[in-house]
């Protein structure tokens, strides 16, 4: 045991002393740098002095320029450093500022949902007050009731007033020789015919990406700042359809699906419908093209309100559209209410409005990526348009130029190619990928934008910037600029210096934003 001992002794005090070696050793090494070979008797100052009587004119020449370079080198360093100091601690202080923000937002909602709560309870005790005598109260829609529902009276008035004007008024679109357009002169029909007749004014970019947003998904975003022509845009296309688009204006209270599709009141037994559901109940009577437009749609969150519609058109069997309204049918129920649910048609586009500012939420990517997203940000130049008549066009020929674009124009081996090399440049460089859905997307997008009337390479520059450039908004992008030049020039190379502006001009604006 003292053997032991002793050498455990012996063992910390060597290590102890090599360590004060080691320090020592680097101390002086630091102070010989720092002091001693300035001043010392074979220091910098005195190695200098002894030289410079031998110098020349030439030399002091090149001394004042190497000492120029020099403290200019360091300055540069210094202000480097300092500058990345100064970044580094303004991007923790956006983290700290972000985080508190998202626990604000997250406390509000909580006091929403107790507001909810306490209306909800409010209403149930007046209910249980009036009892039988149900004259005051008040539909969804704001109109009033007749109390309870009689026994053999529907409980969804509205869906049946649906059913009986299509009995009594069958839609049928009747097409002529002057409607059968291909899709290149559907877009120029478009924009005589909105720039002549409703002063609304668009490009053929903005209609060409419209129409090849509809071949892609059922959901269209029309975002940008406000006043360019997101609403009127849908607008005028029901106008050139000849079946006037819905135009729902999203509330910022809506949390649930209830607020879109309506709910069954337990009292009176009846459907308090909305007019999102009779817009799409009555999509199945018709056989054009119906939009449905969720006006400034990132109000409230869209995932929140519309998440089962999202989930059910992602099933690739059409059939399986369903949406549940109510759990059990009854013989009153809407012809086209079948066990209690409703089929989303094909002719039906959802359309969504966003404006990008404070009093609005993020769309998130699980929107973004079923969604095809125009950008309206500025409006187009007047358009001196003959009087152009709009046209009589029934869905299923818009949906044949659509099939007939897809089979059509393929994506060249070049241009498939290219995107699988820029593809994995992305993902090294940036940890995104393009998802299985993102290349549906853009096999079906881009061959309907060729038939509209531009190239290949337009269509994958809208793409990729609007389905994987626009992710890259949520990354550090301050230690991404190197990255973001090295994507530029790799589109330069793979594409050329005239293609992709639209991608590079993104990436510019990502650029600023670091």
Known sequence: MSGFAQWYVRFLGDLWNNIKEWFTAHINIIVKIFYGDWAGGEGYFNVFKNSIGEWNALDYIVFILVLIINVGFVTLLFVLLFQLIRRYIKFNKREIDKDSLIEEVSLLNQKVVELIDEKNKILAMRVSQIGAGTQGLVDYDGSATSGKKKENESRFSKLIQVDQLAAENPQITVMTQNDMLDLSDLVDRFIGFSASQLKLFYTREIIARWFAGLATSKVLILEGISGTGKTSLPYAMGKFFQHDASIISVQPSWRDRAELLGYLNE????????????SVYAA?????????????????????????????????????????????????????????????PQNLWFVGTANKDDSTFTITDKVYDRAVAISINKKADFIDAPYTENVNMTFEYLDDLFKRAQNGYQLSDIAESAFEELDQFIQDKFKIAFGNRIMKQIKLFVPVYMACGFSEFDGLDYMLTYKILRKFEMLNLTFLKKELDELTLLLDKLFGRDQFKVSKQFIQDLKKLS
């Open 267 to 278: 009292f009176t037994k009846r459907f308090n419908e909305t007019d999102f559901l009779k």
């Open 284 to 344: 199945s009577y018709s056989d054009t093209i119906n939009i449905i437009v969720l006006d400034e749609m990132n109000l409230a969150r869209i995932e929140y309100y519309f998440a089962e519609f999202l989930s059910v058109m992602e099933m690739p069997d059409t059939n399986e559209w369903k949406i549940d309204i109510v759990p059990v049918s009854e013989p009153t129920d809407p012809k086209n209410l079948i066990n209690g649910k409703i089929l989303i």
